[in-house]
C-alpha cells in the first residue's frame, strides 16, 4: 500500500477544515504579524553555552544574550509516539498544528491524516506566508508547517505539495528562501519553472539575494543545505535570509507569517562538533536580533523562539572538571568533516601544520599522537580523534549522536508575548498563537 496520499485527498481534507476559520478581534495583543522562529536542536546547553561563548574566558563579563533577554518560559517536545524523545518531523507538526503526533510524521496525525497548521489558517486570512531555512526548504521543520505526507522522508512530495498546494486559490506560500535545489527542478514542466509561470521571482544563489525585490519569491541557494555557518564564505546567510524576508513580508498591506529556522544546529549536534554549533547559534542570534529590531518598529507583531528538541546531549563541563572553556572552541574554524579531510589530504607528517591551518591553538605531544595513530584508521576514526581534542579542551560534554527530551527554551516578544510565559507542551504554541488570533 502506498502511503503517500495524493494532494486531492490533502485539498478535500483541508477544504473539510476550513469551516471554522473567523474574524480576529481589533484587540492591542492581536499580532498582525507572527515570526516565527526554531532553532533546530537548540536545547538549553545551547542557548547558555552561546552566553559563555560570547563572554570568552571564565572571569569575563557576562551579557545576557537576545535569547536570555527575550526568554518566557520552558516547552515539552515528547512525541505522540513510544518514546519521550521527539524527532524534527513529529515537534514540526507539534508546533505547526498544536497536534502531537509519531516521528517522521509531517502535517500529519496518528492516523496519517493532514492536520491544519497556523500557516495555513493564516493564509486562509489572506495573510503572506514565508519559510526560511538553512537546510534544504523541505526538509523537516518547514515542512511540517507547509506539507502533509506520512513520512518526512518523501522529499519530491513534500516539495510538490509547497509548489501545488492550494488554500482558498492561493498557493501555499509567498516566499521560500533556503537550500534545495534538486528538489525544484529546473526542466521544462518541473516545479521551479511551475513556480516562474504562477510569478515567482526566482534566484539560485546568496550573491543574487538582493535582487529579490517582491512578492512571491523563491531563493534555493544550494543543491541540498546550505554549508554550515563555520565552514561558509557568509556565516551570517540566515541573517541575510531573515533581513531579506522581513523587507519582503512587511512591503504588503496585509498581515504575514513567517517561519525561520536555524537549522544546522541541530546538525553540529548530531556530529557533536561544538565550533560547528556555536557558529549556528551565532547565526541564529543575529536572525533573532533582526526579527526583534522588526518588532521594535513594529509592535504589532508578535515574535516567538523556540526549539523543536535538544541534539547531542550538550552539557557544559566534563571529565569530573570543573571548567567550560569556550575559548578553545573561537580558536577552532572548521567543521569536523573539512578540518578532517584537510587532516587527510597531507601525509602523516604535516599533520600538525594542517591542524594549524584551521584551528589556532597546536596540538599537544599527547593530542599529537592520537590523531596520527586515527589517522591510518580512515576518515571516521580522524574525525572521532579530531572532536575528541576539541571537546576534550573545552571539556564540552555530549551523551548522543541523537536527540533528547530535555525542555526547550521559550522566547516571545511583542504582542500576544505573555500568552507564552511558563512552562507550556509544545502543541500549546501553535494553540496560543491560533488563540490570540481567534482562528
Ligand atoms: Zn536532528
Given at each position: 500500500?502506498?502511503?503517500?496520499?495524493p494532494l486531492s485527498a490533502v485539498a478535500a481534507a483541508l477544504a473539510l477544515l476550513s469551516?471554522?476559520?473567523?474574524?480576529?478581534?481589533?484587540?492591542?495583543?492581536?499580532?498582525?504579524?507572527?515570526?516565527?522562529?526554531?532553532?533546530?536542536?537548540?536545547?538549553?546547553?545551547?542557548?547558555?553555552?552561546?552566553?559563555?561563548?560570547?563572554?570568552?574566558?571564565?572571569?569575563?563579563?557576562?551579557?545576557?544574550?537576545?535569547?536570555?533577554?527575550?526568554?518566557?518560559?520552558?516547552?515539552?517536545?515528547?512525541?505522540?509516539?513510544?518514546?519521550?524523545?521527539?524527532?524534527?518531523?513529529?515537534?514540526?507538526?507539534?508546533?505547526?498544528?498544536?497536534?502531537?503526533?509519531?516521528?517522521?510524521?509531517?502535517?500529519?496525525?496518528?492516523?496519517?491524516?493532514p492536520?491544519e497548521?497556523?500557516l495555513a489558517k493564516?493564509r486562509k486570512?489572506g495573510?503572506?506566508t514565508?519559510?526560511?531555512?538553512?537546510?534544504?526548504?523541505?526538509?523537516?521543520?518547514?515542512?511540517?508547517?507547509v506539507a502533509h505526507?506520512?513520512?518526512?522522508?518523501?522529499?519530491?512530495?513534500?516539495?510538490e505539495q509547497y509548489v501545488q498546494q492550494r488554500i482558498a486559490d492561493n498557493t501555499m506560500l509567498d516566499?521560500?528562501?533556503?537550500?534545495?535545489?534538486?528538489?525544484?527542478?529546473?526542466?521544462?514542466?518541473?516545479l521551479?519553472?511551475q513556480m516562474?509561470e504562477q510569478g515567482y521571482?526566482?534566484?539560485?544563489?546568496?550573491?543574487?539575494?538582493?535582487?529579490?525585490?517582491?512578492?512571491p519569491?523563491?531563493?534555493?541557494?544550494?543543491?541540498?543545505?546550505?554549508?554550515?555557518?563555520?565552514?561558509?564564505?557568509?556565516?551570517?546567510?540566515?541573517?541575510?535570509?531573515?533581513?531579506?524576508?522581513?523587507?519582503?513580508?512587511?512591503?504588503?498591506?496585509?498581515?504575514?507569517?513567517?517561519?525561520?529556522?536555524?537549522?544546522?544546529?541541530?546538525?553540529?549536534?548530531?556530529?557533536?562538533?561544538?565550533?560547528?554549533?556555536?557558529?549556528?547559534?551565532?547565526?541564529?542570534?543575529?536572525?533573532?536580533?533582526?526579527?526583534?529590531?522588526?518588532?521594535?518598529?513594529?509592535?504589532?507583531?508578535?515574535?516567538?523562539?523556540?526549539?523543536?528538541?535538544?541534539?547531542?546531549?550538550?552539557?557544559?563541563?566534563?571529565?569530573?572538571?570543573?571548567?567550560?572553556?569556550?575559548?578553545?572552541?573561537?580558536?577552532?574554524?572548521?567543521?569536523?568533516?573539512?578540518?578532517?579531510?584537510?587532516?587527510?589530504?597531507?601525509?602523516?607528517?604535516?599533520?600538525?601544520?594542517?591542524?594549524?591551518?584551521?584551528?589556532?591553538?597546536?596540538?599537544?605531544?599527547?593530542?599529537?599522537?592520537?590523531?596520527?595513530?586515527?589517522?591510518?584508521?580512515?576518515?571516521?576514526?580522524?574525525?572521532?580523534?579530531?572532536?575528541?581534542?576539541?571537546?576534550?579542551?573545552?571539556?564540552?560534554?555530549?551523551?548522543?549522536?541523537?536527540?533528547?527530551?530535555?525542555?526547550?527554551?521559550?522566547?516571545?516578544?511583542?504582542?500576544?508575548?505573555?500568552?507564552?510565559?511558563?512552562?507550556?507542551?509544545?502543541?500549546?504554541?501553535?494553540?496560543?498563537?491560533?488563540?490570540?488570533?481567534?482562528?
Amino acid at each position: 500500500m502506498s502511503i503517500y496520499r495524493p494532494l486531492s485527498a490533502v485539498a478535500a481534507a483541508l477544504a473539510l477544515l476550513s469551516g471554522c476559520a473567523s474574524q480576529a478581534p481589533a484587540d492591542p495583543e492581536t499580532p498582525k504579524n507572527i515570526i516565527f522562529m526554531i532553532g533546530d536542536g537548540m536545547g538549553p546547553a545551547f542557548t547558555t553555552g552561546y552566553r559563555y561563548y560570547l563572554a570568552g574566558e571564565a572571569g569575563s563579563e557576562v551579557t545576557p544574550t537576545v535569547f536570555d533577554q527575550l526568554l518566557v518560559g520552558m516547552a515539552a517536545t515528547y512525541p505522540d509516539d513510544n518514546t519521550w524523545v521527539t524527532d524534527s518531523a513529529a515537534s514540526a507538526t507539534a508546533l505547526a498544528a498544536g497536534v502531537k503526533s509519531y516521528n517522521g510524521a509531517i502535517g500529519v496525525d496518528g492516523q496519517k491524516l493532514p492536520v491544519e497548521g497556523i500557516l495555513a489558517k493564516a493564509r486562509k486570512q489572506g495573510w503572506s506566508t514565508g519559510v526560511v531555512a538553512t537546510s534544504q526548504v523541505n526538509h523537516a521543520t518547514p515542512a511540517g508547517f507547509v506539507a502533509h505526507v506520512a513520512s518526512r522522508k518523501m522529499y519530491d512530495a513534500i516539495a510538490e505539495q509547497y509548489v501545488q498546494q492550494r488554500i482558498a486559490d492561493n498557493t501555499m506560500l509567498d516566499l521560500i528562501l533556503g537550500g534545495g535545489q534538486r528538489y525544484f527542478s529546473r526542466d521544462p514542466g518541473g516545479l521551479a519553472e511551475q513556480m516562474a509561470e504562477q510569478g515567482y521571482q526566482q534566484i539560485w544563489s546568496m550573491e543574487d539575494l538582493s535582487q529579490l525585490n517582491q512578492l512571491p519569491a523563491m531563493g534555493l541557494v544550494a543543491d541540498v543545505a546550505m554549508p554550515h555557518a563555520i565552514d561558509s564564505d557568509q556565516p551570517e546567510r540566515l541573517v541575510a535570509m531573515t533581513d531579506k524576508a522581513l523587507s519582503l513580508m512587511s512591503s504588503q498591506d496585509q498581515g504575514f507569517f513567517l517561519l525561520v529556522e536555524g537549522s544546522q544546529i541541530d546538525w553540529c549536534g548530531h556530529a557533536n562538533d561544538i565550533a560547528c554549533a556555536m557558529a549556528e547559534m551565532h547565526d541564529f542570534a543575529g536572525a533573532v536580533e533582526r526579527a526583534k529590531a522588526f518588532v521594535d518598529a513594529n509592535p504589532d507583531t508578535l515574535l516567538v523562539i523556540t526549539a523543536d528538541h535538544s541534539t547531542g546531549g550538550l552539557t557544559l563541563g566534563a571529565n569530573r572538571v570543573y571548567e567550560w572553556k569556550p575559548e578553545v572552541i573561537a580558536q577552532v574554524h572548521a567543521s569536523v568533516v573539512p578540518l578532517t579531510q584537510s587532516l587527510l589530504a597531507a601525509p602523516v607528517t604535516e599533520l600538525s601544520a594542517r591542524w594549524s591551518e584551521k584551528v589556532d591553538f597546536a596540538l599537544t605531544d599527547t593530542e599529537l599522537a592520537a590523531l596520527q595513530k586515527a589517522y591510518g584508521e580512515g576518515d571516521s576514526q580522524l574525525g572521532r580523534a579530531v572532536l575528541k581534542v576539541i571537546n576534550d579542551r573545552s571539556f564540552t560534554g555530549w551523551t548522543t549522536g541523537g536527540h533528547t527530551a530535555v525542555d526547550v527554551p521559550v522566547m516571545a516578544y511583542g504582542a500576544g508575548a505573555e500568552a507564552f510565559i511558563g512552562y507550556q507542551d509544545n502543541i500549546e504554541i501553535p494553540q496560543r498563537m491560533m488563540s490570540l488570533m481567534g482562528w
